[in-house]
T-cell receptor, first 113, second 115 residues
Framework: KNQVEQSPQSLIILEGKNCTLQ??????????LRWYKQDTGRGPVSLTI?????NTKSNGRYTATLDADTKQSSLHITASQLSDSASYIC????????????FGSGTRLLVRP | GAVVSQHPSRVICKSGTSVKIECRSL??????MFWYRQFPKQSLMLMAT?????????EQGVEKDKFLINHASLTLSTLTVTSAHPEDSSFYIC???????????FGNGTRLTVT
């Protein structure tokens, strides 16, 4: 069964601190893995997308890693800001069907001053 | 960059009425668009895949007669919630994307409240 599991479910950190969010998947065949940021009451916004051959990708203070062997990904946020408070969703795409996406349940991050 | 526009952002309607939500791709053509539903503190759940010029493909458990989808052009898909009930109150999000590994682009969602 294709599944994407994220941890932790929620996280509270102080402004300026770093944090790492985890994503484990059992999707096969694998096409790519995406991290999205979703602010409350808004649609998700793409942060990174990685294919099988990519093991790291950065977007500003966001750095995603992918280990296709262990089927794990992480999203590292550096020097957190209050505006980083949001849900972060890991999404895995099934190969052969560009738009078949398996969504994780997300990690809700709260950055406090 | 590519943008998907969704309208309205919020709508409140009375039970029994119908509500139409629009999803537009602003600077690219989308032969396929997607409609999702999201409950509080949960992730997105795919409701249906909207195909330009043909019938939508609905996920299991989604009533096609209740959630009418029309994809009349390469830039517009609409979702109509017919005879809405309070349990239909939710956050509805559309998405569209280019081919291949391009990230899907999401609309900003529509908060539907049925009273």
């Amino acid at each position: 069964k294709n599944q994407v599991e994220q941890s932790p479910q929620s996280l509270i950190i102080l402004e300026g601190k770093n944090c790492t969010l985890q994503c484990n998947y059992t999707v096969s065949p694998f096409s790519n893995l995406r991290w999205y940021k979703q602010d409350t009451g808004r649609g998700p916004v793409s942060l990174t997308i990685m294919t099988f051959s990519e093991n790291t990708k950065s977007n500003g203070r966001y750095t995603a890693t992918l280990d296709a062997d262990t089927k794990q990904s992480s999203l590292h946020i550096t020097a957190s800001q209050l505006s980083d408070s949001a849900s972060y969703i890991c999404v895995v795409s099934v190969r052969g069907s560009s738009y078949k996406l398996i969504f994780g349940s997300g990690t809700r991050l709260l950055v406090r001053p | 960059g590519a943008v998907v526009s969704q309208h309205p952002s919020r709508v409140i309607c009375k039970s029994g009425t119908s509500v139409k939500i629009e999803c537009r791709s602003l600077d690219f053509q989308a032969t396929t668009m997607f409609w999702y539903r999201q409950f509080p503190k949960q992730s997105l759940m795919l409701m249906a895949t909207s195909n330009e010029g043909s019938k939508a493909t609905y996920e299991q458990g989604v009533e096609k007669d209740k959630f009418l989808i029309n994809h009349a052009s390469l830039t517009l898909s609409t979702l109509t919630v017919t005879s809405a009930h309070p349990e239909d109150s939710s956050f509805y999000i559309c998405s569209a994307g280019d081919e291949g590994n391009s990230p899907l682009h999401f609309g900003n969602g529509t908060r539907l409240t049925v009273t």
